[in-house]
Structures are given as C-alpha cells and as structure tokens.
T-cell receptor, first 115, second 114 residues
Framework: QKEVEQNSGPLSVPEGAIASLNCTYS??????FFWYRQYSGKSPELIMSIYSNGDKEDGRFTAQLNKASQYVSLLIRDSQPSDSATYLC???????????????FGSGTQLTVLP | ETGVTQTPRHLVMGMTNKKSLKCEQHLGHNAMYWYKQSAKKPLELMFV???????ENNSVPSRFSPECPNSSHLFLHLHTLQPEDSALYLC?????????????FGPGTRLTVL
C-alpha cells in the first residue's frame, strides 16, 4: 500500500522564523510531488509542485526533494501568522487499473505561527 | 478562486434522502476527481474521470454514484447514506491524470447525514 507520512504536529514557530515541514513516501516510482495548504474550514490550495531532485523556490517557499531517500520537504521563510494552516504533502502514484494516476495525500501537518 | 465550483456548499440530509453534488470546472482540464475528507483522516480519493475513463476506489460504497456527462461537469449522486458519510466532499480537476498531475480543488460541500 502506497503511503505518505507527515508529522501531524502541531508545529509552532515564532513570526519571522523558518518553518520546516517534512514528508516521506513509500512508492519508489513516484515522479511528482506537491504541497497543499489548507486553512481551517477551507479546501486545499496548491502552493508548490516539484519533480526533480534538489530545491525549488517560489517566494518565501522552498520545496526540497530527495528521491533516493524518498523524502520531500517544504521550508517557509519569514513565517507569518497568515501561514498558520495545515500543510498537506501529496505524491503522484499509479492507480492499479488503467492509465490514470492519483495523488496520495498525507494526513497533514498543522502549523501555527505565533505573533 | 481556483476555477472549480461546487454546489451546494452545505447539505443536510436524512438517511432516506436522495441528493446530488455538482462540480464544474472552468479551466479546460480533462480530468476530474471526487475526494472525501473526514476529520483527522487523509484525503480519500473516491472517483477519477479522465478522458472518459472512470476509475474508482473499490472501497467506496455503492450508495455513492458518480456521473461525468462531459469534461467540465461532475456529479456525485447520494442515496441512503449513513451518518458516517458526513464529511467534506471535494471536487478537483487537473489537465490530465498522468505524470504531472497538478490538481485544483473546489471549495467543497460540507455534508451532514442525520
């Protein structure tokens, strides 16, 4: 069974600090990886996608991928109280039938940024 | 706004009712998905429609029935639901369901089964 594991948290960081969110996955053939942000009572919002080993930066967000270690992380620099949300890691993996693929989601890490 | 809309946003129904959830995407995508999100659980994929191919999670009960009349519209028909089916039902779409599968979610329907 394909699994995506995240620390459930809650993770608390002070405003202005770096928040580090981690994710491991079990399916070695996975090729694409995503981070979603979900505010309480809202739907998930795609914030980063990464396909190659290394770092990918977008504003205050940096995604890091290490396929050999089956590990993907999200760094949030200069954390703001508005970053307080649950962050979901998602991994693209095949569905058993047909050519379609699915995203397998982790349970999410709840982040709180303290003013 | 992600370009994916869902109606209704909230739904309360009894166990003997029949209702339908509607999803529409305005992104020109070719794949659409239904997910269930229960408290403290990961998002659970229920159904995928991709270029008219339907894939379903075999653990989804038959009281949930999807319909995808075209690439822009997706329905989830509900009948004789159970209280444990109360959850947030999310629709998503992506350009395709292949390797670079960026999915964009609608706002969800909060379903309560009494």
């Amino acid at each position: 069974q394909k699994e995506v594991e995240q620390n459930s948290g809650p993770l608390s960081v002070p405003e202005g600090a770096i928040a580090s969110l981690n994710c491991t996955y079990s399916d070695r053939v996975s090729q694409s990886f995503f981070w979603y942000r979900q505010y309480s009572g809202k739907s998930p919002e795609l914030i980063m996608s990464i396909y190659s080993n290394g770092d990918k930066e977008d504003g205050r967000f940096t995604a890091q991928l290490n396929k050999a270690s089956q590990y993907v992380s999200l760094l949030i620099r200069d954390s703001q109280p508005s970053d307080s949300a649950t962050y979901l890691c998602a991994v693209n993996s095949p569905i058993s039938s047909g050519s379609a693929r699915q995203l397998t989601f982790g349970s999410g890490t709840q982040l709180t940024v303290l003013p | 706004e992600t370009g994916v809309t869902q109606t209704p946003r909230h739904l309360v129904m009894g166990m003997t009712n029949k209702k339908s959830l509607k999803c529409e995407q305005h992104l020109g995508h070719n794949a659409m998905y239904w997910y269930k999100q229960s408290a403290k659980k990961p998002l659970e994929l229920m159904f995928v429609y991709s270029l008219e191919e339907r894939v379903e999670n075999n653990s989804v009960p038959s009281r949930f029935s999807p319909e995808c009349p075209n690439s822009s519209h997706l329905f989830l028909h509900l009948h004789t639901l159970q209280p444990e089916d109360s959850a947030l039902y999310l629709c998503a779409s992506s350009q395709d369901s292949l390797l670079y599968n960026e999915q964009f979610f609608g706002p969800g329907t909060r379903l309560t089964v009494l």
